[in-house]
């Protein structure tokens, strides 16, 4: 257990619709991170949160968005879905203490089906 | 832009077979190479951290070795308890997210 959790775990939805995706990092990391894995692009980068400010940006959509709260936890919102956006999407975290800054822990994942 | 190259796609082993991963690497400067174990409709489970050319580390029966541009992820005497997907990644200098290869998908037979 990587002290990452995600909710849900599942997720059923249809084109056109919006789903919030929700992930609480490990106690103490500061920085969230969240990816999507699929079968044909493997695991790609989305967005980084830095306590609370966004840090840096990857392939994410215009349709997604992100955010992270004063408790450190964070939602991704995914909006008008479409087919192709059935994946598994994971939350990272990771410390930025010295002896591990760069290490990031990954979450069970929230599997997305959009019919 | 930075990419990460694993081979083999796939590797069937026996029980006690040994074996190597290969990651291939090109990054506009390296900040750390990591892998990571990856099991079916699972999270990634961190493995190792390697920060410079030469630098290995070892946890039970896995080895990870780093060269200027590939690091290895040499399985010893391997058990079917280690069959998974074995990810590869980078982080650049200046960033903090990471890059992914695609993976190896280690089977070990009994």
């Known amino acids: 257990d990587s002290g990452v959790t995600q909710t849900p775990k599942h997720l059923i939805t249809a084109t056109g619709q919006r789903v919030t995706l929700r992930c609480s990092p490990r106690?103490?990391?500061?920085?969230v991170y969240w990816y999507q894995q699929s079968l044909d692009q493997g695991l790609q980068f989305l967005i980084q949160y830095y306590n609370g400010e966004e840090r840096a940006k990857g392939n994410i959509l215009e349709r997604f968005s992100a955010q992270q709260f004063p408790d450190l936890h964070s939602e991704l919102n995914l909006s008008s879905l479409e087919l192709g956006d059935s994946a598994l999407y994971f939350c990272?975290?990771?410390?930025?203490?010295?002896?591990?800054?760069?290490?990031?822990?990954f979450g069970p994942g929230t599997r997305l089906t959009v019919l | 832009e930075d990419q990460v190259t694993q081979s083999p796609e796939a590797l069937r082993l026996q029980e006690g077979e040994s074996s190597s991963l290969n990651c291939s690497y090109t990054?506009?400067?390296?900040?750390?190479l990591f892998w990571y174990r990856q099991d079916p409709g699972k999270g990634p489970e961190f493995l190792f951290t390697l920060y410079s050319a030469g630098e290995e580390k070892e946890k039970e029966r896995l080895k990870a070795t780093l060269t200027k541009k590939e690091s290895f992820l040499h399985i010893t005497a391997p058990k079917p308890e280690d069959s998974a997907t074995y990810l590869c990644?980078?982080?650049?200098?200046?960033?903090?997210?990471?890059?992914f290869g695609s993976g190896t998908q280690l089977t070990v037979l009994p």
């Open positions: 990644a980078v982080q650049a200098r200046g960033n903090e997210q990471l890059t």
């Open positions: 990272a975290s990771s410390s930025h203490r010295a002896s591990s800054y760069n290490e990031q822990f």
């Open positions: 106690s103490g990391d500061l920085s």
């Open positions: 990054v506009s400067g390296l900040r750390g």
